[in-house]
């Protein structure tokens, strides 16, 4: 069993906690917060767990082996630092870090303290994921796609209202990109690899992050097209286009729909995929394969894919941010 | 009545033949081709039509008063010119010219000549493109959008063959941005004028045209993002982001879906759209409105709007492909 303990006590955090419960792999046995009052009020409903207001009590727990990490994501360095060395094992909510030397770092410092370290990438550990990732190669050469995510925020009546919640905060490493972009972005990046090139075309709100954007990621033989908002409502699907017909997708997270067009025979195949209720338990599935069995090396080699999954998705959005002249807090340390 | 003549006899000039007879405004008089079977397979259907070979026999006839050109889109601007110095209107189709200098040229000798010089953009002479332009400046401010057109062309077959087809030759101003780009382009011109600033990210074929692209339109406080291709299928529809919700249309050419979800209160509005079966009559209609009333101020408007606008999605196409590195034919004049 995975003794678990949570950083944030939001409705994300909610259902990581779920996912995690529904595994039968993994039991919550602290929550941290800054106010013991809204620790308690989150861990109540899950029975007998220890309540922490301060991060060296939280990374003191002995019993308590992995961390779930989904504070305002300009925190999450620290923290993960803070527990890897501690010994425990963190799972970091996307976008984990808010730089490739962030990245860099904790990656290299849960190797040298023999823990592990994952990016909550939720969309890659979909099981209709992987479904279309082995349908790629199935099909004639790509030429191309287009992936889509953009969602207006409540939060952002908050801007609109002058104020300037985490989200939407260079402070806080916010913005479309770190919050929806990426998640197309990893579609991108597992499925065809790191791009040669990316060309990142955003528009900047008056905090100073991106409330829109399009990212063009350039490959050797064929561009892919990526639309995010946070401002904005689109309901556009998601489609990879292949010499000999087009894959047609709901979207590129939660994939429920997929169906392959064939130009030649005009048939459809229409793809078995389907979304879970709870999007979460599929990567903390995969997690826990590898926090139970880290001496496997199958499982190892997974692992070691991820890392430099959520390495190489890092570097692009750096980069595309750097293009569109966003600038964190994090970036002046 | 409009006494018509045509290059071409293919079915985009069937289509506009059976367009201008349905306005009851145009009758056909002369069809050139360089094969006299080839014109009289053409015109035997519509009756009592003089059929000529040679471009002087042709533009020499004295009671036609109207062209309407559409052989490949090199060879355009040497039949305009000389359709023009002919005392004849010219109405072309799109892409009318290859070349910035070529439409300056034309515009400059159609007014010199007092004639009427029309780009046969079909998608923005639709009562359904207006319908939409009436309804932007209703909603709030505009945040993005995103147009498609995406359709496989039968004649990239050959290409696989190693053949190069007019269309996708540069020796005739082909490729997808020259044949399909170009509607969205003029849509979001005609909607939101020329736009500041303009990145094209192509992939080319063989032949040197580009088969497919993403564009990126920079405004003063938003992009459009265009994808255009010949050499595959996309399903997408096209998007209008505004403040206060997003416009669903089916396309940006021959619309027949338009609605507007709006967010506050989630209510859609459907927009009483709809596309005719034979797409020219609208743009047939407008040029015979302009062609019947040259000394209507009021006409003179509209026609000096369509000209400029012609003009401005010529200089993006020009910039566009200059990016994209596609040399053609009818630049080393």
């Given at each position: 069993m995975i003794h678990l303990g949570i950083i944030g006590t939001n409705w994300i955090t909610d259902q990581f906690v779920q996912a995690a419960h529904e595994t039968k792999r993994y039991q919550l046995v602290a929550v941290y917060s800054r106010k013991l009052a809204t620790a308690q009020r989150f861990g109540?409903?899950?029975?007998d767990i220890e309540y922490a207001t301060d991060l060296d009590t939280f990374f003191g727990l002995?019993?308590?082996?992995t961390v779930y990490i989904a504070s305002p994501n300009s925190l999450h360095f620290e923290q993960a630092k803070q527990g890897i060395l501690a010994g425990k094992n963190v799972i970091v909510e996307k976008p984990a870090f808010s730089t490739p030397e962030e990245m860099a770092e904790i990656i290299e410092l849960a190797n040298q303290q023999q823990v592990l370290f994952f990016e909550a990438a939720r969309n890659i550990h979909e099981a209709s994921f992987s479904t279309v990732a082995e349908f790629l190669?199935?099909?004639?050469a790509i030429l191309g796609a287009n992936f889509s995510y953009m969602k207006y925020s409540s939060r952002y009546d908050a801007v609109l209202a002058g104020e300037e919640p985490n989200i939407f905060s260079p402070h806080f490493s916010g913005g479309a990109l770190a919050d929806l972009g990426v998640y197309p972005i990893y579609a991108a990046v597992a499925w065809f690899?790191?791009?040669?090139d990316v060309h990142y075309f955003a528009r900047k709100l008056p905090t100073g992050v991106d409330g829109i954007g399009t990212a063009v990621l350039r490959y050797a033989d064929f561009d892919v097209t990526i639309q995010t908002g946070k401002i904005a409502d689109s309901e556009l699907r998601s489609e990879i286009y292949f010499e000999d017909g087009t894959l047609d997708l709901?979207?590129?997270?939660?994939?429920?729909e997929a169906a392959f067009y064939e130009r030649k025979t005009k048939q459809t195949q229409v793809l078995a995929v389907s979304a879970l209720e709870n999007p979460m338990i599929e990567e903390a599935q995969d997690f826990a394969d590898i926090i139970e069995n880290k001496n496997d090396p199958q499982q190892g080699q997974r692992y070691e894919e991820w890392v430099e999954l959520a390495r190489s998705v890092n570097e692009t959005v750096a980069l595309m941010r750097k293009q569109a002249g966003i600038v964190f807090d994090a970036d002046k340390k």
């Open positions: 109540e409903k899950y029975g002995a019993h308590m082996d190669p199935t099909r004639g690899g790191k791009p040669q709901n979207a590129v997270n939660a994939i429920e």
